[in-house]
């Protein structure tokens, strides 16, 4: 018999559909399984209005056979099957859908049947395995059966055979292993069971295979042998299809660990299911602690995707935002095209309307945990908080509204966190300013001098601990018209008209004695000058500009920034009612050699208060000694 070109598209594009579009050799099964489910699904359609197919929901079934020695995989159906022209039209023109012409039929608009397949793309996937395909077919109704064959881009033939049931039997010749390529994994049952159990589950039909068991042999002890059996390899029920009040919540707690393998139960389950622009159900996940490479480069975010049950793509990015970037799971929607490349997913209109709506659900979600489940909440803020403050700050603050009520801090008050909300609802009245600090601990925060004096006032204090912290205030800049203000910085300004008059008096007095301290000091300091924020203690270190001095510290130790000596603008501050102020303007005047030594100590400790390392600590000790004789 002739051998038959395929009609529209050449060996070029056929190349292209079987090394381009798929990623992983391993999806042609999924495809054959799918293509095969939705033969059944044209049948037990037609069934349900035709006493004469005589069968149940219950008869359907796909079966895989494999035959090692003759290296073949055989997908096989009793599905509707295809007339010799079916065949033709469906497999000897690429792209083509015989499935999609079946659902877009006028009469076949029911929602009880998901064609989900378009036969021409999935089916050539099995070219990436095999290096001959045949398919047997038989449509129902029909006393003829029909023999497809084809070794590529060649060409096919189409030719009689003999078939004694209605269904399709597709059986691949794998291709001879290379040393690229060990073709001969899906010859094994292990692997064909991990492909089944990974994208096709959820097929609503049983997925059947012979399956080797050692028994012993009956009326034996010790001696064992080889018995086959059926083994039904899909569970064919999601999860997320069953009603919600159906669902334990132990069941939620195991398909999550089985199937993300976390040991550890989650925080929080989440389903959603949406009907009208975008159609879907997801099942989402808080998980309880941070994957080990969560904050690393390695970590890949994505959500499982589903069309109609059947797995489409294990990790898809574009369904969630980074800020939520922990959160597993899935959605599942029969809007999705199972034949996708991720190229075109990526611009899918469906998936960006499903997105959106998931975005909104997990920030609704995480609000009502915060506000009812504070434990868990803060439990989660520990393991993932940092990323809802990096989402403020990477998109610079685009995501605000979003994400700024679900940020906590810890903060003065009692109690080791707070939100901005709760913080500004126990806010003095006309308190116009949120005060924060920089450091490594809440610890070491509240020893700082000016948190400190703002404490005195009255005013609470939130403790900055975590890098990200300082950069996503200063993008928030506000939060319900409260400036945030460094109490580190020259904006802190906590005293009266006449606190304020005095100080600038005492400053502008004393402006010769800064000008030879900063001398003293050379670039290490912008400027110094008085202050009157102190109380008992002698000096500080606070910043000017953009950089703070807990800025300082982050940017010089973050990847890229070796050698380029990234500093704030630093203001030595001295307080002006402690007696050092006196001991200076002596020094001025009597003894400038001993004030520069004085200078240099007082730079020191106040590098010290901040957490910060000293510049020359051997010199530093020699000047302490020299005092102390």
């Keep these: 018999m002739a051998k038959k070109q395929f009609k529209t598209e050449s060996k070029k594009l056929l190349d292209m559909m079987v090394n381009s579009i798929y990623t ?21 359609f037609r069934s349900l209005t035709d006493d004469s197919v005589g069968m149940k929901h219950g008869d359907f079934l796909i079966r895989l056979s494999v035959d090692k020695d003759a290296r073949t995989l ?65 449509a129902f109704g029909s006393d003829e059966a029909y023999l497809w ?116 139960a989650p925080l929080k389950v989440i389903r959603q299911s949406t009907e009208g622009t975008a159609t879907y159900t997801a099942l989402l996940f808080i998980p309880s602690h941070a994957p080990y490479d969560y904050y690393s480069r390695d970590y890949e975010k994505g959500l499982q995707l589903y069309s109609s049950s059947v797995m489409i793509m294990e990790k898809c990015k574009d369904l969630l935002p980074d800020h939520f970037s922990f959160v597993k799971g899935l959605v599942d929607s029969a809007d999705l095209s199972l034949n996708i490349s991720r190229e075109m997913l990526q611009h899918d209109r469906q998936l960006k309307i499903i997105a959106k709506a998931l975005e909104k659900k ?65 806010a003095r009245e006309g308190q116009d300013k949120i005060y924060y600090a920089v450091g490594e601990t809440a610890e070491k925060i509240a020893m700082l001098p000016q948190v400190e004096a703002v404490l005195s006032k009255g005013y609470e204090v939130l403790y900055l601990t975590q890098d990200i912290d300082e950069f996503c205030v200063q993008i928030l800049q506000n939060y319900d018209n409260k400036a945030f203000v460094n109490v580190c910085t020259d904006n802190l300004d906590l005293g009266d008209e006449k606190e304020k008059a005095e100080l600038k008096e005492a400053n502008d007095k004393s402006e010769e004695l800064f000008k030879f301290m900063k001398e003293s000091l050379g670039d290490k300091v912008a400027k110094v000058r008085y202050t009157n924020t102190l109380k008992n203690h002698a000096v500080c270190l606070s ?60 730079y020191a400790q106040a590098r010290l208060i901040n957490g910060l390392n000293l510049d020359n600590p051997a010199e530093i000790s020699d000047l302490v000694c020299n005092l102390m004789v």
């Design 24 to 44: 992983h050799k391993e999806i042609f099964l999924r495809e054959l399984i799918s293509n095969a489910s939705d033969a059944i699904d044209k049948l037990y």
């Design 74 to 138: 055989t997908i096989s159906d009793n599905g509707i099957g295809m007339t010799k022209d079916e065949l033709e039209n469906n497999l000897g023109t690429i792209a083509h859908s015989g499935s999609l012409d079946f659902k877009s039929a006028e009469e076949n608009q029911n929602d009880k049947i998901n064609i989900i397949g378009q036969f021409g793309v999935g089916f050539y996937s099995a070219f990436m395995v095999a290096d001959n395909i045949k398919v047997e077919s038989r």
């Design 149 to 264: 064959e084809s070794s590529g881009a060649d060409g096919y033939t189409v030719k009689p055979c003999e078939k004694e049931t209605a269904g399709t039997t597709i059986t691949l010749h794998i291709k001879d292993d290379t040393e690229e390529e060990k073709y001969a994994e899906f010859l094994e049952t292990y692997r064909l069971r991990e492909l089944v159990h990974k994208y096709s589950d959820y097929i609503r039909y049983p997925i059947k295979m012979l399956v080797s068991t050692r028994k012993k042999k009956e009326g034996t002890e010790d001696e064992y042998e080889d018995v086959f059996e059926d083994e039904t390899l899909n569970s064919m029920t999601p999860i997320w299809k069953r009603p919600q009040s159906k669902v334990k919540d132990e069941e939620y707690t195991e398909y999550y660990k089985t199937k993300f393998n976390d040991y550890d």
């Design 362 to 426: 997990i920030a609704s979600e995480l609000s009502k945990m915060l506000k009812n489940e504070r434990e868990n909440y803060e439990k989660f803020f520990k393991e993932f908080g940092a990323q809802l403050k990096w989402g403020i700050y990477s998109s610079f603050g685009v995501n605000r509204e979003e994400l700024q009520d679900l940020l906590l801090f810890h903060t003065s008050a009692e109690g080791e966190f707070a939100s901005l909300r709760e913080y500004v609802d126990r």
């Design 543 to 602: 910043s000017e500009g953009a950089v703070s001095v807990g800025m300082e510290q982050i940017l010089n130790k973050m990847p890229g920034t070796e050698g380029q000596n990234i500093k704030a603008e630093t203001v030595l501050e001295i307080n002006m009612e402690h007696p050092i102020k006196d001991k200076l303007l002596y020094l001025f005047g009597n003894d400038k050699e001993k004030l520069a030594d004085y200078t240099k100590i007082l």
